[in-house]
Structure formats: structure tokens, C-alpha cells
């Protein structure tokens, strides 16, 4: 069962498509099934996949079938490989977090624990949130360039399996001992800010969501369903200030230090110099110049009822059919 607007139930067609190479895949996709079922939650079909590139085809197939309720377990990289067929349309995303970080999940209050989310499917409400937007393809939490594209380097399945939540800052210690610096040009076509030339940057990043990284805050007032993202760019400077700033990531408050330049809009050009390779959600998939932009209302999702991240808005002009 899935929440409508007025906060009565519906039946919906549900597919379960479990990326099984994740940390607990194997294990939730069979526990998911008996569970659901349990609910209330009947499966028209369910995908256990072992190789995470099949995952889009096979969320595409179950979309071309009619389901509109797409329960996906994975983390975030497996979640941002499907928001590009799920992005304005009416099917609806079920989140089972089973990846290292799970900060998507984490801004919507989803429960990492596989029975809790499952409940969530089943006696959830349903919302809609904003997506970030790089050229074409669609993020959930944050594109940036600089120290990111490093850490994703250093973060290796080996050492996300072995180190668990501490793989994060342990990927990002040597991303930072071989960063090079660069500079950056940051232009607003909606003119709600001035140019601006930032040099001798660490890193550049554009937060869509509030979490990102292993449970990093992109700022302190920083939400998914507010019509903006959060740009903030980090200057490399002395190490006692790097330090201050690293000091204050989960809470986001870094963003206030003085090496630190933040900002709020809804579109951004960013180019770099040297040109820059940009990660979006973990992956590698573009290099500056780019334009990002914000999404809203681009995504459906089920959460739990005490979620305070997102709101259902009736107004959806732009959904798409299956297919």
C-alpha cells in the first residue's frame, strides 16, 4: 500500500529491484520479500541484481510493465543510476538503504534497518523532492569537483566492505595528500548573485539534499524540498584552517569558517581551471564547464510518517506515462 494526497491508501503495483552486489544485498532481498508480502506489499515481479549496471535496464522494464511503486535497495549510487526514469514521472520510489552511506535516505529519515523500511513502504506517506540536475542526468544528493572526485578514487569496494562508515574519511585522508589545487568561475543565469573567480580550491560542491559523504551536512539549512541548492567552495589556505572546517562537516556549520565561500541558488555555471572531472552521487560523469540546476518536485517517494524532510505538492503538470 502507498499514502495518496489526502491520506488514504491505494493499492499499487510494486517491483522489488535489489542491487545484490551492495553490502547486504543477498540477505534484504530475500527478508524483503517475505516481509512485504506480510504487510500488505504484493510484488508483481522482483530482480535480485548482481551486476549494478543492469540495474536502470531493469527498473525501465518494470516501469514498461505498469508497475508504480519501485522498491530499489541499494545505496546511493544505486539510487542515483535510476532517478533519470524515475524523474517526473507519476511511478513512485521505495527506498530499502542498503549501501555504505545512505545519506538519501538519511535526509528523508528512511530507517537503515531492512524490517523498518519495509514498514515504511507499507504504512508510509508519500512526498516529492528535488533532484539536481547536471546536463542531463538527474542527482539526489551532491555534484562536486576537486577533493570529491579524489576520495571517489581512494573509496575502493575493498576498503567500503572492510571499513564500513570509516571508509569515508579514510578515502578522503588520501584523496587530500595528493590534491592539487585549482581555480574556479562561478556564474548565475538567474542573476541572484554576482560572477565569482575563487582560486586555490580544494573542492567545489553543489548540494541538492542536506546529507552526503557518510552523514556530512552540505549546510545547516540545507533540505531537499526547498526549490535550491547549496554551493559552497572550499579554499585550500593553512592546515589549522582546514582543520576547522573538517571539525564542523556533520554539522555543516564548515560553511561559516572564512576559507569558506556559501551560497543558495537554483542554477549555477560552473567552469574550472584546470578542467575538472565532477562526481555526482559517488560516479564520475562529467568535467567542467557545466551548468547545474535544481529539479523541483522531480521526484515521488514514500517515507516514514514522522518525516519532517519533504511534502506532497498536488500540482505534478510534468508527469510522464510508463514508459
Do not use: W
Not at 524515475?86 to 545512505?102: F, Y
Not at 569496494?157 to 574519511?169: D, F, I, N, T
Amino acid at each position: 500500500m502507498a499514502s495518496t494526497s489526502n491520506g488514504g491508501m491505494r493499492r499499487r503495483r510494486a517491483a522489488l529491484v535489489v542491487n545484490t552486489r551492495s553490502r547486504t544485498g543477498e540477505q534484504t532481498f530475500r527478508e524483503a520479500r517475505e516481509r512485504l508480502a506480510s504487510l500488505g506489499v504484493p510484488l508483481d515481479t522482483a530482480y535480485a541484481v548482481h551486476d549494478p549496471a543492469r540495474i536502470p535496464e531493469t527498473v525501465h522494464g518494470v516501469l514498461n510493465e505498469g508497475c508504480d511503486l519501485i522498491v530499489v535497495g541499494g545505496g546511493d549510487g544505486t539510487v542515483s543510476s535510476v532517478v533519470d526514469l524515475l524523474a517526473h514521472h507519476h511511478a513512485v520510489l521505495g527506498l530499502l538503504p542498503l549501501g555504505t552511506a545512505n545519506d538519501f535516505a538519511r535526509t528523508l529519515q528512511i530507517p537503515a534497518d531492512p524490517v523498518a523500511a519495509c514498514d515504511t513502504l507499507a504504512k508510509g506517506r508519500l512526498v516529492d523532492v528535488d533532484l539536481g540536475l547536471v546536463g542531463d542526468n538527474y542527482f539526489v544528493n551532491v555534484a562536486s569537483i576537486g577533493l570529491a572526485v579524489d576520495v571517489t578514487g581512494a573509496l575502493s569496494p575493498r576498503l567500503k566492505k572492510r571499513a564500513g562508515s570509516l571508509a569515508y574519511p579514510v578515502a578522503a585522508l588520501k584523496a587530500f595528500l595528493r590534491h592539487q589545487p585549482f581555480t574556479a568561475r562561478l556564474t548565475f543565469p538567474d542573476g541572484d548573485h554576482e560572477p565569482m573567480e575563487l582560486d586555490n580550491l580544494l573542492q567545489v560542491a553543489v548540494g541538492n539534499g542536506r546529507f552526503y559523504g557518510g552523514g556530512n551536512v552540505v549546510a545547516p539549512d540545507a533540505g531537499i524540498d526547498d526549490q535550491t541548492l547549496d554551493v559552497y567552495a572550499i579554499q585550500r589556505g593553512r592546515h589549522r584552517d582546514l582543520l576547522g572546517v573538517a571539525r564542523h562537516f556533520k554539522s555543516g556549520h564548515f560553511v561559516r569558517k572564512e576559507n569558506v565561500t556559501h551560497i543558495t541558488t537554483s542554477r549555477v555555471e560552473l567552469e574550472a581551471d584546470p578542467a575538472q572531472s565532477l562526481n555526482i552521487d559517488g560516479e564520475v560523469v562529467a568535467r567542467t564547464p557545466q551548468q547545474v540546476s535544481v529539479a523541483h518536485n522531480a521526484l515521488r517517494v514514500l517515507v516514514p510518517q514522522e518525516s519532517a524532510a519533504a511534502r506532497l505538492d498536488v500540482e505534478r503538470p510534468r508527469d510522464r506515462p510508463p514508459g
